[in-house]
Nanobody, 119 residues
C-alpha cells in the first residue's frame, strides 16, 4: 500500500507559477511510474502528465506542454509538478497517482490539492 500526499496548491495570478509536491508514505516510488491528474468543477478528471520510475521519460497532455514540468526525487520519495505560465483554465484540484506497472494502471491516489488561478 502506498499513501500519497500532495501539497503546494494555492491561489496565484494568471502568468504565475506554482510547484506541487507529492510525497509517498513508503520507500516505494522508485518502482512506480507516477502521474499527475486534475479535476475542475463540473468536469471529468484529466491526465496532466506522467513520469517513468527512473525519471528518464515524461509525457504531458497537450494543454500543458511547454508550461508544466514533472520531475521526481526517488531518494526523497517525492514527485513534483512545476507549473509555469498558469492560466485561469488551469484551476482545478490536482492529484498525484502511482502505477506499479503491473497492468492495473494508477492504483494509488492522493487526496488532491487545490490550485486556483485568478485572471
Amino acid at each position: 500500500q502506498v499513501q500519497l500526499v500532495e501539497s503546494g496548491g494555492g491561489l496565484v495570478q494568471a502568468g504565475g507559477s506554482l510547484r506541487l509536491s507529492c510525497v509517498a508514505s513508503r520507500r516505494a516510488l522508485s518502482g512506480y511510474s507516477m502521474g499527475w491528474f486534475r479535476q475542475a468543477p463540473g468536469k471529468e478528471r484529466a491526465f496532466v502528465g506522467g513520469i517513468s520510475w527512473s525519471g528518464g521519460r515524461t509525457r504531458y497532455a497537450d494543454f500543458v506542454k511547454g508550461r508544466f514540468t514533472i520531475s521526481r526525487d526517488n531518494a526523497e520519495n517525492t514527485v513534483y509538478l512545476q507549473m509555469d505560465k498558469l492560466k485561469p483554465e488551469d484551476t482545478a484540484v490536482y492529484y498525484c497517482a502511482a502505477d506499479r506497472g503491473v497492468g492495473k494502471g494508477y492504483e494509488y491516489w492522493g487526496q488532491g490539492t487545490q490550485v486556483t488561478v485568478s485572471s
